[in-house]
């Protein structure tokens, strides 16, 4: 098998699922595989690097990348604490120098993409380099070599594993849920048959269905368990005083799981999320990419990417579950929240 360059994500979903020679009555790693597919697909579209992570090749990125959110939520909280920078720097360094490794990939690409020249490729970093070259706006500052690389880091880290682990998740739900996953195929494959003539992704956004699954997986492991807030001014709310400066944190995976506002919340139920069910959620109760102003600048990328790659995987194989499934799924919170020991079901050719 020949692979083409990748320049768009599409390629890279076409490779992930052309690359999965299942093993027959095997359990295979979710989380792993979709890892390698998001990590790659980020790597191309945001950067215009062609890492070829499913094909073997620079592994070492993904190793690093992951070890990063590896580390407990815990011992991230200690940065807020008097002298907490100080120690997590040096918590970091036991754990290793991940971000320092990326901080120096990115700070390459943007001196190799300037060496090369503008090559007609509007992908994020291009954006960025664009912004900072652009003639100054009265009052408006320009963007700082530091801040394009610090910017391109978290896009590239956190654009990766939010997605690997909502697919992971959702891959366990689908095998747990089979009657879910059929009716899910189903509708994929009715929206083929009406709307031939329109693009995969406007296919993707028009499957109801699709979107109830995914945010019903998001509901029950919010990729972000927690969201910080800083109140900006003096705030009085319901006879609580919050002073200018103080740190909020909102707890997504508590607010996801509160039996007030979801009926049997401990249940994976799709059909929460469309009908009469839908209209009763209030807005602040479902929070997987935030809320208002700085909610998550990459939902709508994530969405698509997670959506595009449930479709064209679904279309060809079923996630089913085996004697290695674990059940329940054991959480790690870390930088995010993933399956602690990896997402094991088996995958089956339908074609």
Sequence with gaps: MVYTKPCYSVISFERFYLL???PSGESVDMLDWFS???FEVILSTAFGVDANIQMGENTEMLQKAQAIFKIPLIVRQIERLPFGTLFFSLLSTIFGNQPTYFLGIVDEIIKTRRQQGFMGRKDLLQLMMMAKDETTVEGVSRLTDEEIVAQSVFFLLAGYETSSNTLSFTAYFLATNPDVQEKLRTEIKDAMESTADISLYELTHSIEYLDCVIKESQRMFPPGS???RECSEDYDLNGIHIPAGTEILIP?????????AWQDPEKFDPERFRGPSKDAIHAFQFLPFGA????CIGMRFALMEIKIALVKILLRYKFVQSPETQVPLI????GTLSARDGVLVRVESIV
């Excluded at 997504?252 to 007030?260: K, M, N, R, T, V």
């Design 36 to 38: 390698q597919l998001t």
């Design 226 to 228: 927690q969201a910080n």
């Design 252 to 260: 997504i995976y508590a607010l996801h799981h509160d039996p007030d």
């Design 331 to 334: 959480i790690h919170p870390g």
């Design 20 to 22: 999965c020679p299942f």
């Design 292 to 295: 208002g102003p700085r909610n």
